[in-house]
């Protein structure tokens, strides 16, 4: 039995009162606090955002498309309570919906650590997670205001920027990071 690390990562959502800062328990400097982007990799209308939070990761956005079939290709598929939704399943939108993202790339990456027979201490393994993403500052430096389709009034991409973690979570990045081969995007 080869343990990869010597501790836990715990993985929380940042919260959807569109704040500048991470809600707690996510806000505590040993958790991993995940903030939210849609369809269109910029940040959603009601992601927190700014100090506190580590990364970003799809978590659904009812507002992106206009009608109803399309409505539902912005969201993410989730178990629900059936006794409350009258179904197991059904679409949603939120950080809680972006957490698990992140939650299922971290055991991934460490199901691969342990079968390459690598072991690191919980802090270097977090530094990993956060270095092994794709920069998202880049598009919403490109992207000045944020408009949707129906029901919500248009977003600055102002606040955001440099403000939604160390960037999107990236499995394949975590793997090679990982396995030691250096990954670099091209430039187009």
């Not at 328990?25 to 910029?42: C, E, K, Q, R, Y």
């Not at 802090?123 to 944020?146: G, M, W, Y």
């Not at 606040?159 to 030691?180: K, N």
Request: hydrophobic share 35%; charged share 15%.
């Amino acid at each position: 039995n080869n343990p990869v690390l010597n501790g836990n990562i715990a993985i929380f959502a940042a919260g959807n009162e569109n704040h500048n800062y991470a809600h707690y328990p996510g806000a505590f400097v040993d958790i991993i606090s995940v903030s939210a982007f849609g369809p269109d990799f910029l940040p959603t209308y009601y992601t927190n955002y700014g100090p506190g939070r580590n990364i970003a990761a799809p978590g659904g956005e009812a507002y992106h498309f206009a009608s109803k079939e399309r409505y539902l290709m912005s969201m993410v598929l989730s178990t629900l309570p059936k006794d409350i939704a009258g179904s197991d399943y059904g679409y949603t939108q939120g950080t809680s919906m972006a957490c698990p993202h992140v939650s299922g790339v971290v055991a991934l990456a460490l199901s691969y650590a342990k079968q390459l027979g690598k072991t690191f201490t919980v802090q270097e393994f977090k530094e990993i997670i956060l270095s092994s993403t794709d920069d998202i500052d880049q598009r919403i430096a490109s992207t000045a205001e944020k408009t949707y389709a129906y029901g919500h009034s248009p977003l600055s991409m102002v606040p955001y920027y440099h403000q939604m973690g160390t960037g999107a979570i990236d499995a394949w990045r975590l793997m090679m990071h990982i396995e030691g081969t250096p990954s670099l995007t091209a430039q187009i």
